[in-house]
């Protein structure tokens, strides 16, 4: 059956035993004479494609995870990548760390001294972050909302009417304001740099303008219109 200088029989009972059963495989094959193809096997057309491979991912690797993030493509890949961290709970925060039994004395959030540094705590339960949302939701001109995990920040653009551009702008400025207080957190922890809400908030509307206007439609939007209303261009 086989033939060829790489051919050699086999020395061990282990070799026999191995041979024997590829020998039963091939015998019991049905080797059809239509071409081989490629088949992408997800139990759907068998067509391979990005979004079908997305949601596959979500699925399988997520479980039953209820989660909420949506990638936004105006917003820089890491951005993205910092918000999918936090929703799924992944950023190494004081608490996480010392989950991981990674020594660690301190576990009080390093922006207040209040309370354990966990997601939602930095996030949410901060009073730094809530001052920062709060001033955020008056620049957007959205109902003050009370948001219990740092999910109910990513749904926050249903708070939004008309538009779709007009919920994918809020959700790429949740997206920001995550990667911004994740770095003011970073510089408070190791650089012992001093911040505020102000600058925090000077941050977002700066890099979200600067992102929305290359990285999308909206190449003509105006700083001074932007920095009173983001959404001005969408009524």
């Known amino acids: 059956m086989f033939s060829g200088r790489w051919y050699r029989s086999p020395r061990t009972v282990e070799e026999l035993s191995e041979l024997q059963d590829l020998e039963r495989m091939l015998s019991e094959g049905n080797m059809a004479q239509n071409s081989d193809k490629w088949v992408w ?5 068998g067509t391979f494609t990005v979004s079908g491979f997305k949601e596959l991912i979500r699925e399988g690797v997520n ?4 989660l909420h993030m949506k990638w936004e493509g105006w917003v820089p890949i890491k951005v993205n990548l910092i918000t999918w961290r936090a929703e799924r ?14 020594n660690n004395p301190d576990v009080l959030c390093p922006m207040c001294s209040v309370a354990d540094e966990d997601i939602r705590h930095l ?4 009073e730094f972050a809530y001052g920062v949302w709060t001033v955020i939701c008056k620049w957007c001109k959205l109902d003050p909302f ?3 995990d740092y999910d109910d920040l990513l749904m926050l653009y249903k708070n939004v009417h008309a538009g ?20 003011t957190r970073n510089a408070k922890v190791f650089q012992n740099s001093s ?10 509307k700066s890099r979200s303008f600067l992102w929305l206007k290359h990285r999308s439609k909206f190449k003509s939007i105006v700083w001074q219109d932007w920095s009173s209303y983001p959404l001005y261009m969408c009524l």
């Open 41 to 45: 096997d997800d139990g759907a057309a």
């Open 63 to 66: 479980g039953m995870q209820d």
């Open 89 to 102: 709970d992944r950023l190494p925060t004081r608490v996480a760390l010392a989950r991981r039994r990674i």
């Open 123 to 126: 996030m949410v339960g901060c």
């Open 146 to 148: 009370f948001a219990y």
């Open 164 to 183: 779709k551009w007009r919920k994918k702008i809020i959700r790429g400025i949740v997206m920001i304001i995550t990667w911004v207080i994740w770095n």
């Open 195 to 204: 911040t505020n809400i102000i600058d925090v908030v000077a941050e977002v």
